[in-house]
C-alpha cells in the first residue's frame, strides 16, 4: 500500500479543506475515499488535517475521481481541478511540478453536452 510522504503543515490548509469538502460531495467517507485510491484511510484524514501532502499519483487519481462522481461545480471543472492541484503543490512547499494529465470525462457520465457518449479531455497544465 502506498503512502502520502510526510511533510510540514504550513500555514493554510486548502488543499485538505477542498479534500474534505470534494470527498464530501462525492458521499464518501474517509475510509471509502482511502480504498477508491488505495490507500489508507488514516492517509486521508493526514491529507485533511494538513499533515501530509498527496504524492503525484494520487493527486491525480483524487482530481479525476472527484471530475468522474461530480464534485466540481458544473462547467468549472477545470478550474477548481486546477485549484486544488495548486493547493496540493501550496502544501508541500516545493516547486510545483508540471502536470499534463489528460481526464477524460464522458459526457453520458457527467451530464456534459449532448447524449451522445462522445468524451471531453480536460488537461491541467500548471507550471
Known sequence: MNHSHPDQCKGENAFGRSCATLRKRMHL?????????????????????????????????FIE?????????????????EHVWQAAQDTTGKTPCILDSCVALNKSTTGIGSSSGTTHLITLRLE
Open 29 to 61: 467517507t474517509q475510509r471509502e475515499l482511502g480504498r477508491l485510491l488505495e490507500i489508507s484511510e488514516q492517509a486521508i484524514q493526514h491529507w485533511e488535517r494538513g499533515v501530509y501532502s498527496p504524492r503525484l499519483e494520487h493527486l491525480k487519481q
Open 65 to 81: 475521481l472527484s471530475i468522474q462522481r461530480h464534485a466540481f461545480t458544473p462547467g468549472h471543472e477545470h478550474e477548481e481541478a
